[in-house]
């Protein structure tokens, strides 16, 4: 009797265990399968999420446009957008600096569960913690895509929400976790190359109070030698600049673009784009702002 009610509690969980997958698979299914077709998908973190006017980009190519850029997003996120995005996609890509530097327990992490992603996490140095964590998150199936974003307002003066001493710390010394998560990013690249997606990358400004800490830190040659094994992964890659140079304000704070920031960066990225033939990083550039 005892074997008998084992042998059922096991079959009921395995039964629950198989229709929970089931049902996952097919919501994720629904929220997330997406057309290539006149299709744009981008990826980054909050500057990409604030710098990028989705209206506009949408008016100016006629192409839907789907993002799944959100503040906090990290190589998780990452990794799980480039299983998610259909074969031959037009991409848009921000590997941003915070979003190498960011520590691991702060990253977004919310995007889904991906059994290849989290195998990926745990083969470059993530532990069982951290990989629970990331479960814990992602339980019920998440739309990945939008369609919409908020960028922040025009003002007269830049806002401060962070020290100026809270970037230096941060640019202090090289993480010890930075090479894992690149290696992470390349993987995620390797894998939108393998999908015959065309990519462009997008390198979003810092304020010039932040650039000067950023110039001169112990972290910056990492994150060029970064771009430059990023660049090293195609055979025709160019970079390419925008120049955001504006009597008005184009910055909101020391990491984001404003409205007007946001909307001169789309156009002149959409221009660039419909002219370029090669995979390229468009490094923009806000002047002395």
């Keep these: 009797m005892i074997i008998k009610f084992f042998k059922q509690i096991i079959l009921f969980v395995a039964l629950g265990l198989v229709g929970y ?8 299914k629904l929220y997330n399968s997406k057309s290539a077709t006149d299709t744009i998908f981008i990826w980054g973190d909050s500057q990409a999420y604030r710098g990028i006017n989705l209206k506009r980009m949408n008016e100016l190519t006629g192409k839907e ?7 906090g997003a ?3 996120d990452f990794l799980v957008f480039t299983q998610s995005v259909p074969k031959n996609s037009e991409v848009i890509i921000s590997l941003s600096k915070p979003t190498q530097l960011r520590r691991k327990e702060v990253d977004r992490n ?10 990926l996490l745990y083969q470059n140095n993530y532990s069982f913690s951290e990989i629970r964590e990331i479960i814990e998150k992602n339980l019920m199936p998440l739309r990945l895509f939008e369609s919409n974003s ?9 806002v401060l929400t962070e020290s100026l001493s809270l970037f230096e710390k941060i640019y202090s010394k090289k993480p010890n976790y930075l090479d894992h998560k690149q290696k992470l990013y390349i993987k995620g690249i390797q894998n939108l190359k393998s999908k015959n997606c065309n990519i462009t990358f997008i390198e979003f400004p810092y304020h010039a109070i932040l650039t000067g800490i950023e110039k001169n830190s112990a972290v910056r ?24 140079n504006s009597p008005e304000m184009v910055m909101y704070d020391l990491t984001h673009l404003n409205q007007s920031g946001a909307t001169k960066l ?21 002047g002395k702002q």
């Design 266 to 286: 789309t156009e002149e990225l959409v221009s660039k784009m419909e002219n370029s033939l090669i995979t390229t990083m468009y490094i923009a550039s806000n």
């Design 150 to 158: 908020t960028l922040y307002p025009d003002l007269d003066t830049l």
């Design 221 to 244: 040659s990492h994150t060029e030698n970064f771009k430059r094994e990023v660049a090293n992964l195609f055979t025709n890659y160019k970079s390419d600049t925008i120049n955001l």
């Design 74 to 76: 990290g190589v998780y």
């Design 110 to 119: 919310k995007s889904g569960i991906s059994l290849k992603a989290l195998i």
């Design 21 to 28: 997958i089931g049902f996952y698979y097919l919501l994720d």
């Design 65 to 71: 446009i789907y993002t799944a850029a959100q503040l």
